[in-house]
Structure formats: C-alpha cells, structure tokens
C-alpha cells in the first residue's frame, strides 16, 4: 500500500506541474490573440478598399492583364498554404492542411499543375514528411507576421503569376488560411487571389450603388502593373494576421483544455491517494490489534 501511495503522490506532482505550464500557456496565448485580432481589424480595411480600387480598374477598362483576365487555357495553377511554426494549438494546422489538399486534389483533377508554396513549419514538416514537391517556403514568424514578411512572401508569386507558364509561371494564384471569425470559431478557407473575379466583387456590392467613372494616366495596364503587388502583398499579410489570430485562439483553447483535464486528473488521483491511504492505515490498525490480542491471548495462557 505504501508503494501504490507514492506511486500516486508522484503522479499528482508531475500533473501540477504540467498543469502550471499549460495554464502559464493560456494566458499567455489570450493575450497574443487580443494584439493579433486589433493587427487584423487594422489591415482588413486597407485590403478591402485596395480590392475595390482594383475592381473600379478592370471594371472600367478592357485591358487584359493577370490581375483581373483570366487565361483562355489554365494549366498551372499556385496554392499558398498559411499553418504555424509551432503546436499545441489543436486541429488549426491539420484544418489548413487538410483543405489545401482538397484543393489541390481539385486543380489536378482538372488537368492543372499545382505548384505548393508553404508559410510555417508545420505545414513544410507535413509534405516533407510525405515527399512532396514544396515550391518554396518560409518560417518563423507565424506568430507575429508583418508587412516585410508578406512582401517576402508576395515576391516570388508574384514573379510566378508574372511569368509565362511556358517559362515556369502559373496562370493563377490560390491562397489557403485560417479565417479568425471569433474567440471559438476558427475556419480553414481556400480563396483565388489571382486573377481577381470582378464578377464576385460585383455581386457583393450593395445593390443600387452608383459607381463613379474614372480616368486612367498614364493607363489602365500601368494603374494594373502599380497595383498588383499591393494587392497581393496586402491580401497575404491580412492572411498571415487572420491565421496568427487564429492559432492563438485555438492554443488558448486547447490549453484551456489541457488545464481543466489536468485539474480533473489531480481530483481523480487524490481521491485514489486518499483511499490508498485509508487502506494503508486501515491495515496497520487492524496489525496493531491483531498484535494486541495475540499478546493478551499469550499472556493469558502464561498465567494459567
């Protein structure tokens, strides 16, 4: 019995231990997510009036340019997929991974080459893992991306939707990222950067809406050319920020978790220590009188 008791004893330290790190962890995590959805509700503007400056573009011109036409054949085709450097953040990674995989499995299934671009070290460890082919990929600031991690991200698709796919290019861009909708809500999504739908953008206009003309110096083509890599890079560091947000909601969940299952584990095991303990004094009480009553019978058996 007293080897079962410090079997137990042993087992609640390390679990309290393990429960002041992941407690340590959540806290850590619900203040991250707090700065990670302000950066997220500061740069959505910026990305949705820049969307809306492209729209007017292709919408009041008819110049033929990657960022609003779309190829007459497409046959390669670019996925960016958006996962974390670091864990303990539940499903968030195997979401994203999961729907990029989805979406590439559709793509090749119409006949497209998907070239596979990687932000974090989850998702580089998943496809090296199973051999596959990474275009290119970066680490290391999933937690707190900034706009010179997105233009460093952005460069090389937009060199890559840039280029002739006869050369190595591709004929559109799709991006795979984590939607932060709320504290518990987090949603892996796939969306096409590139070309843009005007038609999309238009439906989601408010209906009755005037839009206004526009003059384009020195041209439409050049307004294009001047805004495709603020649209790109503006669109990819709003995603970068909606998927840090998200995993510090799904670390601070899991944690929470974690804490709340080890505390349960901690009753659990002090119930069972309690009892070990009982039967442990139990045992030595009925030794004593046992070994009472077995001198008492001896000295009685003396006397006679």
């Not at 460890?125 to 082919?133: C, M, V």
């Amino acid at each position: 019995m007293g080897a079962q008791l410090r079997v137990y004893k042993r087992r609640i330290r390390s679990v309290t231990a393990t429960k002041k790190i992941t407690k340590a962890m959540e806290m850590i995590a619900a203040s991250r997510v707090v700065k990670a959805q302000r950066k997220v509700a500061a740069s959505t503007p910026y990305a949705t009036e820049l969307t809306r400056a492209v729209t007017a573009v292709g919408t009041g011109s008819n110049t033929k340019h990657p960022l609003t036409t779309q190829a007459e054949t497409v046959t390669r085709s670019a996925v960016l997929l958006l996962t974390s450097d670091r864990g303990l953040a539940g499903a968030f990674n195997s979401n994203a991974i999961k729907a990029a995989e989805q979406l590439t499995e559709r793509l090749e299934r119409e006949g497209k080459e998907v070239d596979v671009y990687i932000v974090g070290r989850r998702g580089v460890a998943h496809y090296n893992f199973r051999e596959r082919k990474i275009a290119e990929s970066w680490t290391g600031f999933t937690d707190e991306p900034t706009y010179a991690d997105a233009k460093k991200v952005a460069a090389p698709l937009i060199e890559a939707i840039e280029t002739a796919t006869a050369e190595g290019g591709v004929d559109e861009l799709h991006i795979v990222y984590t939607e932060f909708v709320s504290m518990m809500t987090q949603q892996a999504l796939d969306a096409r950067m590139l070309p843009l739908s005007i038609e999309e953008i238009a439906e989601e206009r408010p209906k009755g809406e005037i839009l206004p003309l526009y003059d384009f110096e020195p041209s439409a083509e050049d307004v294009l050319d001047a805004l495709l890599p603020r649209y790109v890079e503006s669109r990819i560091y709003n995603a970068l920020l909606q998927s840090a947000a998200s995993k510090h909601a799904a670390t601070r969940r899991a944690m929470k978790s974690a804490t709340d299952n080890a505390g349960e584990l901690i009753n659990t095991l002090s119930r069972l220590a309690n009892a070990a303990r009982q039967a442990e004094i139990t045992q030595e009480i009925s030794e004593i009188v046992g070994g009472s009553s077995a001198l008492a019978d001896a000295t009685a058996g003396s006397d006679r």
